[in-house]
């Protein structure tokens, strides 16, 4: 198993910045990949962003390219995510993903609990 701890989120006006990290621990060896998903009220959850295992290859979905940049500490096994120019519709509970295949899946094999992003307007 693996275990996932965020921690970074928090209350901020729009165009401001926070970052994101989440702590693996467990048996991390198989993970190949990491990444980002958040759910809004009232919305499903949406994929943000994704690093490799090398840290080589980054994807982000559309909205966020230009302003968040995912990051990752190999040896630490922790991977960041610093937002920037944050706007209120990036208000969500933000969730840790690991996944055991090459690239996340919607369904990824593990979940953090989540951490509260919200941004005042």
């Known amino acids: 198993q693996v275990q996932l701890v965020e921690s970074g989120g928090g209350l901020v006006q729009a165009g401001g910045s926070l970052k994101l990290s989440c702590a693996a621990s467990?048996?991390?060896?198989?993970?190949?990949?990491l990444g980002w998903f958040r759910q809004a009220p009232g919305k499903g959850r949406e994929f943000v962003a994704e690093?490799?295992?090398?840290?080589?290859?980054?994807y982000y979905r559309s909205s966020v390219k230009g302003r968040f940049t995912v990051s990752r500490d190999t040896a630490e096994n922790t991977i960041y995510l610093q937002m920037n120019g944050l706007k209120p519709e990036d208000t969500a509970v933000y969730y840790c993903?690991?996944?055991?295949?090459?690239?996340?899946?919607?369904?990824?094999?593990?979940w953090g609990q989540g951490t509260q992003v919200t941004v005042s307007s």
């Open positions: 993903a690991a996944d055991h295949r090459s690239r996340l899946s919607i369904t990824p094999d593990y």
């Open positions: 467990g048996r991390t060896a198989g993970v190949y990949s």
């Open positions: 690093i490799s295992a090398s840290g080589g290859s980054t």
